[in-house]
């Protein structure tokens, strides 16, 4: 997986240049463990070291109205990126489903993806966010940062609803939080890459050019969606279950008003919240990674318990035990999202892995993202 997404970068076509093996000293191992009051330290897992890091929380954040539904500030957790790596940043936006009706974002401000006074910290940095070489040989050495969802529709939102008390404020979230990165070095960005996962897969694909617009042209600025490619597809019952629950989290935050109106000037705003209908638009150069038999889509968008209440779909989409029916229809929704794909593949700064597995979110996983850990027989369905 890594090194296929860095031969994007050899081609000419994707992400960026490998560095070279970069040595820390004692000064440098001071300045990102004591860095903005943000704690970094390893610990054992499974017999192995885990990068653990501290959560930031950016207090200026409040006055510029960017704020968790909750209407605390929003946070992230940041490791300092050192030698060749040491103006290259990853920033990664959390992922966590989406709030659909007020009910629902009012439940949601209770949690830790409503609230960053409820948010758990530290949490791990795996997969690209490893600070291990030979697990992330191309970015083991890169600033990175977890910017925390904690809005609830995919950093889009712009608006508030003062009966519900409720913030919807996604899109200054992500703002502000760059402005702080920016603040802290981002700026002498050499390369930077925004990415996410599953909702925060989205996210990348909606934030790609504003992150873009942040850097001069003389930084090299790429975007990866990581199981973010939510497809408008039909459920087994015939319904589109992902669309009514995507027009809930449109219609609840206001994000009509937000959404890309390169898309909106012609489609339904519900319509430009998928990615099929964004991405040929993005100008900056967008990596799409997903699975083909995304695990979350199956479960939710094309056998949820409301289009199977037999359950006769439960072994499948809860762990792709699946009979030749089944798979059939899933194939159907594979050949779906390659097709929705073809365009975006024919362009020559853009590419693609659709991978054959039962998962979600690839890249923030070792046994998915580390070098030599892809299974024999894994198929690329689709590749630039």
């Not at 083991?140 to 969802?149: E, S």
């Not at 995919?154 to 603040?183: C, P, W, Y």
Request: proline residues 3%; neutral net charge.
């Amino acid at each position: 997986m890594n090194a296929l997404l860095w031969n994007w970068s050899l081609t000419g076509l994707f992400l960026l240049s490998i560095l070279a093996d970069g040595v820390m000293g004692s000064d440098e191992m001071d300045l990102f463990n004591n860095f903005s009051g943000t704690n970094v330290f390893q610990k054992q897992d499974d017999g192995a070291d885990v990068l653990m890091v501290g959560l930031t929380l950016v207090q200026t954040a409040a006055a510029e109205g960017a704020v968790c539904l909750d209407g605390s500030v929003p946070g992230y957790h940041l490791y300092r990126g050192y030698g060749s790596g040491a103006n290259n940043w990853i920033i990664q936006l959390q992922g966590g489903a989406w709030c659909d009706s007020i009910e629902d974002c009012q439940n949601r401000k209770r949690s830790r993806v409503g609230s960053s006074t409820l948010m758990e910290t530290p949490i791990e940095f795996k997969g690209i966010l490893s600070n291990k070489a030979a697990e992330n040989p191309d970015f083991y050495n890169w600033n990175k940062a977890v910017v925390r969802y904690c809005d609830g529709a995919s950093f889009s939102g712009d608006s508030e609803n003062k009966t519900a008390q409720l913030q919807f404020r996604g899109k200054r979230i992500f703002l502000a939080v760059m402005e702080d990165l920016i603040a802290k070095g981002m700026c002498h960005a050499k390369q930077a890459l925004l990415n996410g996962c599953s909702s925060g897969g989205l996210a990348a694909i909606l934030r790609c050019d504003d992150f873009s617009s942040l850097f001069p042209h003389t930084t090299k600025v790429k975007c990866m969606s990581d199981a973010g490619f939510f497809l408008d597809a039909v459920d087994i019952s015939g319904a589109r279950s992902i669309r009514r629950m995507y027009s809930g989290v449109v219609n609840t935050q206001g994000l009509q008003n937000t959404l890309p109106r390169t898309c909106t000037s012609h489609l339904d705003p519900t319509s430009c919240f998928f990615p099929q209908n964004i991405i040929n638009q993005v100008k900056t150069p967008l990596f799409i990674l997903n699975s083909a038999f995304d695990s979350w889509q199956i479960e939710n968008s094309i056998a949820p318990p409301s289009a199977d209440p037999s359950g006769s779909w439960h072994n499948c989409s809860s762990s792709f035990k699946c009979n030749t029916s089944q798979m059939q229809f899933l194939e159907g929704f594979r050949m779906s999202m390659l097709d929705a794909l073809k365009t975006f593949s024919m362009s020559s700064k853009n590419g693609m892995y659709i991978s054959s597995r039962w998962a979600h979110c690839l890249a923030g996983r070792k046994d998915t993202w580390s070098p030599g850990n892809s299974q024999p027989g894994e198929d690329t369905k689709a590749c630039c």
